[in-house]
């Protein structure tokens, strides 16, 4: 473990840097030189803070991964990783809520072309039956004038005569037929 200038005993403010002794440290976050550890009881109460120690390490690379994460020598690595992963992590949140709030319009846009097309049919049907019954109509007027009773139509004069018919948006409109009369 790297030595840093700032580690030193809490009871008697040794610094690791200075001496090539060894230093522990202790449950409590407390750090002790190999001299001051005489005064913890047989390593019990730590004289710096009176907590009981649970444990203490001396200051190596044997130390457990979560007590070396305690004297890193860059800590400030942790916030540059911190905000990367945060930064990354909310860029991919925000896409997702981007895309799906875009299928929520697309799917409003949807409904309201298809209503748009569900009227236009409706118009459409009707139109096709004003024109289905004029036709009947027409066909109708034909074969009356054609066949007039008691006579022959091979006989009877052709004439124009000007109709009435459904036209676009309930607009009547006149239409020129060919009709036999009398
Ligand atoms: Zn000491
Ligand atoms: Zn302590």
Redesign the pocket.
């Known amino acids: 473990m790297a030595t840093q200038r700032w580690i030193h005993c ?1 009871l008697c403010f040794q610094l690791v840097a200075k001496k090539d002794i060894k230093f522990y440290h ?1 449950s ?3 750090v002790l030189c190999r001299a001051c550890m005489v005064k913890t009881n047989r390593g019990t109460v ?1 004289p ?2 009176n ?1 009981s120690i649970r444990k203490f390490t001396e200051l190596s690379e044997c130390m457990s991964q979560r007590e070396k994460v305690l004297y890193h020598p860059a800590p400030n690595e942790f916030y540059h990783i911190a905000c990367q992963t945060l930064l990354f992590q909310q860029r991919h949140r925000q896409g997702l809520v981007k895309a799906i709030l875009e299928a929520r319009h697309s799917l409003r846009r949807l409904d309201q072309l298809e209503a748009q097309i569900h009227q236009k049919v409706v118009e459409t049907q009707r139109r096709y039956e004003n024109l289905r019954s004029f036709r009947r109509n027409l066909q109708d007027n034909m074969r009356k004038t054609m066949m007039p009773a008691g006579g022959s139509s091979a006989c009877t004069p052709l004439r124009i005569r000007k109709v009435r018919r459904p036209g676009t948006q309930g607009h009547p409109m006149e239409v020129c037929v060919f009709v036999y009369v009398a």
């Open positions: 809490g202790l409590c976050l407390d730590c710096v803070c907590a």
